[in-house]
C-alpha cells in the first residue's frame, strides 16, 4: 500500500514533519503509518470517484448522444411515418381506360396522413378517381405519387333544379390542409377541392393544362396560388367563397376570368390583371367590396361590367 503511496503525486503531510518534532513527539511515528494507510484509502477513494464520475459523465454523455440521436430518430421516424406510403390494403383500385396501370378509386384506410404508393400490385399508379376521397372528414394531409397525371370529378344533375353540378377527388374533405400534387399532373377535374374548407395553400405542378370549373369553390384557400403557363383561363366559379385575401396578382399568359371565377371573397384588397386578359365574365368579381378603387378601374377597363358588391 504504501508503495502505491508513493508513487501518487503527492505525499501525507506528515511525512514531511521534521526529525526535531518527531524525537519530541514518538508517538507521530506510530501513527504515520496509519495515516499512510488512511491517505492511501481517501486516495483511492477519491480516484474511485474521479473514474465512476468520469464514467458515468461518459456514460450520460453517451446517453445524451443515444437520446438525442433516438430523438433525431424519432422525429426522423415520425416525419417518415408522415410521409411513408399506406399499404396498398388502404386502397380500392381498377385498371386506367389502357389497362397500362392503376386507379385509384377509393380510400378505405383509417390514417389521417396519407401517401398514395406510386405502384399497386406492381402496376404504376396514374388516376385518382372521382370517389378517391370524397367526403373523408378525417384525411388531414395527402402526398400524390409522380407517374399520376389526372385527379378526376364526377359531373351529376340536380334532378330538381335540372343544373349540372361536379365533385371531384376531394371534395368536401373538410378535415385536408395540405396536399402534395406531382409534376406529371396535367389535369385536375372540376370540384376536385370543393368545399375543402381547411386547405390554405396549395402548389399546382408547371405542367397542369387543365384545371376544371369549381375546383376550390369554398375552399379555405388565403392566397392565390401559383398559376402556371398552361393554364390560360381562371375557371367559372374556380375560386368563389373562398378565404382569399390581400392582393391577387394573374400573371400574363391569363386571357379568360370566368363567370363568378373569385365572387364572394370580400377578402381581396387588389388585383393584378395581365396584359394577355381578353374577357372577364358575368359576375367574375361580385362580392368582393373592399377591391380598391384603382384595381376596380382596371377590371372595368378590361371589359368588366358587373359589380364588385
Known amino acids: 500500500m504504501n508503495k502505491f503511496f508513493d508513487k501518487l503525486p503527492f505525499k501525507l503531510l506528515a511525512e514531511k514533519i521534521p526529525a526535531e ?9 506510530k501513527v504515520i503509518p496509519f495515516t499512510n494507510h488512511i491517505a492511501c484509502g481517501v486516495a483511492l477513494l477519491l480516484l474511485l470517484l474521479v473514474v465512476s464520475g468520469g464514467g458515468g459523465s461518459s456514460q450520460s454523455a453517451k446517453a445524451q448522444s443515444a437520446g438525442g440521436s433516438s430523438s433525431g430518430s424519432t422525429g426522423t421516424s415520425s416525419n417518415s411515418q408522415a410521409i411513408r406510403e399506406n399499404p396498398e390494403s388502404d386502397f380500392e383500385v381498377i385498371l386506367t381506360e389502357d389497362n397500362e396501370g392503376v386507379v385509384i378509386s377509393k380510400y378505405v384506410g383509417t390514417s389521417k ?5 406510386a405502384t399497386i400490385q406492381g402496376m404504376p399508379v396514374r388516376v385518382i378517381g372521382f370517389s378517391a376521397f370524397r367526403g373523408n372528414k378525417d384525411v388531414t394531409s395527402v402526398v400524390i405519387p409522380e407517374g399520376v397525371f389526372r385527379i378526376e370529378a364526377n359531373y351529376y344533375s340536380n334532378i330538381a333544379t335540372g343544373a349540372w353540378s361536379s365533385e371531384g377527388a376531394f371534395a368536401g374533405c373538410t378535415s385536408l390542409s395540405s396536399v402534395t400534387l406531382p409534376s406529371t399532373l ?8 370543393i368545399n375543402c374548407s381547411t386547405l390554405q ?9 387543365e384545371i376544371g370549373a369549381y375546383v376550390f369553390q369554398n375552399s379555405g384557400l388565403t392566397a392565390f396560388p401559383n398559376w402556371p ?13 373562398s378565404k382569399l385575401r390581400g392582393r391577387v396578382v394573374i400573371l400574363e ?19 393584378t390583371l395581365p396584359s ?23 377590371i372595368r377597363n378590361a371589359g368588366y361590367e358587373g359589380g364588385f358588391r
Not at 518534532?21 to 511515528?29: G, I, N, S, V, Y
Not at 394577355?276 to 382596371?298: H, M, R, V, W
Open 201 to 209: 395553400t396549395i402548389t399546382l405542378p408547371a405542367n397542369l393544362t
Open 113 to 117: 396522413t396519407v401517401r398514395i404508393p
Open 229 to 241: 403557363t398552361g393554364l390560360t383561363d381562371i375557371p367559372f366559379h374556380g375560386f368563389e367563397n
Open 253 to 271: 399568359g391569363v386571357t379568360i376570368i370566368d363567370n363568378y371565377a373569385f365572387s364572394k371573397n370580400p377578402g381581396i384588397t387588389s388585383v
Open 186 to 193: 396535367t389535369d385536375i377535374g372540376a370540384g376536385v377541392f
Open 21 to 29: 518534532a518527531r524525537a519530541k513527539f514518538p508517538l507521530l511515528d
Open 276 to 298: 394577355t386578359i381578353k374577357e372577364i365574365g358575368n359576375y367574375a368579381f361580385s362580392g368582393c367590396p373592399n377591391i380598391d378603387l384603382a384595381s376596380q378601374a382596371a
